[in-house]
T-cell receptor
Framework: ETGVTQTPRHLVMGMTNKKSLKCEQH?????MYWYKQSAKKPLELMFVYNFKEQTENNSVPSRFSPECPNSSHLFLHLHTLQPEDSALYLC??????????????????FGSGTRLTVV | TQLLEQSPQFLSIQEGENLTVYCNSS?????LQWYRQEPGEGPVLLVTVVTGGEVKKLKRLTFQFGDARKDSSLHITAAQPGDTGLYLC??????????????FGKGTLLTVNP
């Protein structure tokens, strides 16, 4: 399997639930990202991992907890979410290290996203 | 904060028509990318432009980066229903320490009707 794979594709959870989103890339890329896409808003960068190390947390509430056990896998652990957290959560990877010019030349490869609904 | 303004926000046209969408900013970008996002999918990179005044063509799509590297346009010739999607521009500026961050616009939602 190639590309960036995200599971599940859809998730409905209550505000007291705990769930996890999974992202897997088979591209040999060195950087991975979590983005949030809400209606009428630009994509919002949440977290950046560079060679498995978290290099950026874009002021994301602690109810979102990322985990990167290796350079191919990225998780987003969710707990006690709010209805306004409902959105499409996208995972992306880049060939070169995050923040480098090279990462921009080759672009980001996105997964299909997880459509999250918090009820 | 580097803002990218995309216009129009929505565009609905008939198959065969030409169209242009725009991406503007007050900031200078070291590079700019265009992505297309189809319903239920993630964005897919179409092109990266890095040089002011640069023009790139991808079949019926023509991308231009402004001379001052603050704006870009995407022109589609003879649009087809398969061109339907959300077109996102994303710019990267050096935010200090050679840490290039990608900022996305809100996108232009294009619908091409058969």
């Amino acid at each position: 399997e190639t590309g960036v794979t995200q599971t599940p594709r859809h998730l409905v959870m209550g505000m007291t639930n705990k769930k996890s989103l999974k992202c897997e890339q088979h591209l040999g890329h060195n950087a991975m990202y979590w983005y949030k896409q809400s209606a009428k808003k630009p994509l919002e960068l949440m977290f950046v991992y560079n060679f498995k190390e978290q290099t950026e947390n874009n002021s994301v509430p602690s109810r979102f907890s990322p985990e990167c056990p290796n350079s191919s896998h990225l998780f987003l652990h969710l707990h006690t979410l709010q209805p306004e957290d409902s959105a499409l959560y996208l995972c992306a990877s880049s060939q070169a290290g995050a923040g480098t010019m090279e990462s921009l030349w080759y672009g980001y490869t996105f997964g299909s996203g997880t459509r999250l609904t918090v009820v | 904060t580097q803002l990218l303004e995309q216009s129009p926000q929505f565009l609905s046209i008939q198959e065969g028509e030409n169209l242009t969408v725009y991406c503007n900013s007050s900031s200078v970008f070291s590079s700019l990318q265009w992505y297309r996002q189809e319903p239920g999918e993630g964005p897919v990179l179409l092109v990266t432009v890095v040089t002011g005044g640069e023009v790139k063509k991808l079949k019926r799509l023509t991308f231009q980066f402004g001379d001052a590297r603050k704006d870009s346009s995407l022109h589609i010739t003879a649009a087809q229903p398969g061109d339907t999607g959300l077109y996102l521009c994303a710019g990267a500026a050096d935010s200090g320490g050679s840490n290039y961050k990608l900022t996305f616009g809100k996108g232009t939602l294009l619908t091409v009707n058969p």
